[in-house]
């Protein structure tokens, strides 16, 4: 773990709190970290996701002076057995921006969750390592495009909609350095996702129809932009994205 301030240190502190508070039947911070949302390349033979997340605290949480959201960083890579699916295969050492990511079940590589910080700063670019293994072939690459700037919703973004009136959402502005937006409504289950470079985006009943009522509801926006390269024959994805999450009641 590379902490390198004393705000790096408090977050880290608040986020340990926030997990030692987290019951029994919550998931496990690593299941945590992977619900980001990403999006769907069809001819990818590996995507690799550097993510900054803006923490969802519980209602009630105090706020901390001079520090307005707590900001995770997260790293996501997968590499498949076919072009555009299949199983998840071992490449050997992962990292990112000089941080070894973890292979966990399933071959799935991610960040310790310890690791808070993987230096993702807005408008710099990131730097990944692979080894190579099991018929890809070992790079490194920095991306060519920096982090965008971080996503707000709107704070009249409400805690409560109802289903058969459609779900609006807005963001105070789209940040810098940004090809898309991905706009997602999830029941905890079932997820509804849309595409749209906008401050604002509408989900109307019959795009909901599939989810259900929900006390713990899901709303998100991700601000990403996207490269690509192919080495040794494979197609590898390059995302940079900021996050922001909200939990909700749908009706």
């Known amino acids: 773990m590379k902490l390198k301030t004393s705000s790096f240190l408090l977050i880290f502190s608040l986020v340990g709190l926030l997990f030692t508070a987290c019951n029994d039947s919550d998931e496990n911070p690593q299941d945590q970290q992977s619900t980001n949302p990403l999006p769907d390349f069809g001819d990818a033979d590996g995507v690799l996701a550097a993510i900054k997340a803006k923490s969802n605290l519980p209602s009630g949480t105090p706020s901390v002076p001079g520090m307005p959201d707590i900001l995770i960083d997260v790293a996501n890579a997968n590499f498949y057995s076919s072009s555009s699916g299949g199983n998840l295969v071992n490449v050997g050492t992962v990292s990112l921006n000089d941080f070894a990511l973890q292979n966990v079940g399933g071959n799935a590589y991610i960040n310790n969750f310890t690791d808070i910080t993987l230096e993702l700063n807005s408008g710099q670019t990131n730097s990944w390592s692979v080894a190579g293994a099991n018929g890809f072939s070992g790079f490194e690459h ?53 595409e749209a470079r906008s401050t604002s985006i509408t989900f109307s009943a019959s795009e909901l129809n599939s989810l259900s009522a929900s006390s713990t509801a899901l709303v998100q926006v991700a601000a990403y932009n996207s490269e690509s390269q192919t080495f040794g024959g494979k197609k590898i994805y390059f995302i940079n994205e900021t996050v922001d999450s909200k939990f909700v009641s749908l009706k």
């Open 142 to 194: 920095s991306t060519s495009k920096p982090m965008p700037g971080v996503v707000r919703f709107q704070t009249s973004v409400p805690e409560e909609f109802t289903i058969s009136a459609g779900v609006a959402l807005s963001v105070q502005s789209i940040p810098a350095a940004v090809d898309n937006l991905l706009w997602v409504v999830s029941d905890g289950r079932n997820v509804v996702t849309k």
